[in-house]
C-alpha cells in the first residue's frame, strides 16, 4: 500500500475556495489512478473525483461537476482537488485513496481503492 497525506481543508465561506492536496510515498511501482471522496456526518461515503494515471482521463460527481478540478503532479506524487463556489453542502472529511500499481483506469467505485488517507476536514459557512 501507499502512504497517503491529504492536507489543504478549513473553514470557508459560501461561494470560496480550496485547493485540497494529497502526497503519495511508500510506493515504488507507479501506474495507478487516484481518487477523492469525502463523508458528511451520519452519512456514507460518497465518490468526489477521479483522476487516471496520467491525468488524461477524470471523472466528477455530478454535485461538484464544473466546480471542482482534480489534478496530479506525478513528479510530486501529489494530486489536487480545486474547489470553487463551495456550498455548505460541501462540508465533509476529504479522503484522498489510491487504487494499487497497474490500475491506471479511474473509477467511481470506492471499493476498488486499496489505499486511504486520514482526511482533511472542509467546512463551508452560509
Known amino acids: 500500500q501507499v502512504r497517503l497525506v491529504e492536507s489543504g481543508g478549513g473553514l470557508v465561506q459560501a461561494g470560496g475556495s480550496l485547493r485540497l492536496s494529497c502526497a503519495a510515498s511508500g510506493r515504488t511501482v507507479n501506474n495507478y489512478a487516484m481518487g477523492w471522496f469525502r463523508q458528511a456526518p451520519g452519512k456514507e461515503r460518497e465518490f468526489v473525483s477521479a483522476?487516471?494515471?496520467?491525468?488524461?482521463?477524470?471523472y466528477y460527481a455530478d454535485s461538484v461537476k464544473g466546480r471542482f478540478t482534480i489534478s496530479r503532479d506525478n513528479a510530486k506524487n501529489t494530486i489536487y482537488l480545486r474547489m470553487n463556489s463551495l456550498k455548505p453542502e460541501d462540508t465533509a472529511a476529504y479522503y484522498c485513496?489510491?487504487?494499487?500499481?497497474?490500475?491506471?483506469?479511474?473509477?467511481?467505485?470506492?471499493?476498488?481503492?486499496?489505499?486511504w488517507g486520514q482526511g482533511t476536514q472542509v467546512t463551508v459557512s452560509s
Open positions: 485513496a489510491a487504487r494499487k500499481p497497474g490500475a491506471a483506469a479511474p473509477t467511481m467505485t470506492l471499493g476498488v481503492y486499496d489505499s
Open positions: 483522476i487516471s494515471w496520467l491525468g488524461g482521463e477524470t
